[in-house]
């Protein structure tokens, strides 16, 4: 059976990754009562790394895009933590997104944008969130975003 949030992810056009494996010793998420913390997610699309700094390599719809990468990655952590019913997720509580940048790039809450319009896509009214944006000189594997994220569940 197809959940509603799944049909949610079919009508925008999207599909879930596999939740991908942690890169160090850590753990994809932590799951403490009806809160799952999931850790950083990359943008790693199918097509691979997307990669570079914005300000220099990038443009903000290029990091836009980026961080809805990372969005839907976030999601198949959560599909996972959740048994793989994501209609048990009652609120997107936080978004901590991390942009790859140039010192004097200012768009960061632009580039966040990406996931965060995404996750009000995908869970309506649950998706909208408390956040931050937050620039930095340099990310893992040179990726251009990194997002992690705390969710409500029932």
Known sequence: ???????????LG???????????????YVVVGDMVYVSGQIAKGPDGLICGKLGADLDVAAGQDAAKT???NLIAQLKAACD????????????GGFVNC?????????????ASDFMGAVFGEAGTHARAAVGTSSLPFNVAVEIEGIFQIS
């Open 102 to 114: 140039t010192p004097d790039f200012e768009d960061h809450p632009a580039v966040i944008n990406g």
């Open 84 to 95: 793989g019913d994501l209609d048990r997720v009652t609120r997107v509580v936080k978004l």
């Open 1 to 11: 059976m197809v959940g509603k949030i799944d049909a949610v992810l079919a009508d």
């Open 14 to 28: 999207e599909t879930l990754p596999e939740a991908p494996a942690p890169a160090a010793n850590y753990v994809p």
């Open 70 to 72: 990372c969005a839907l």
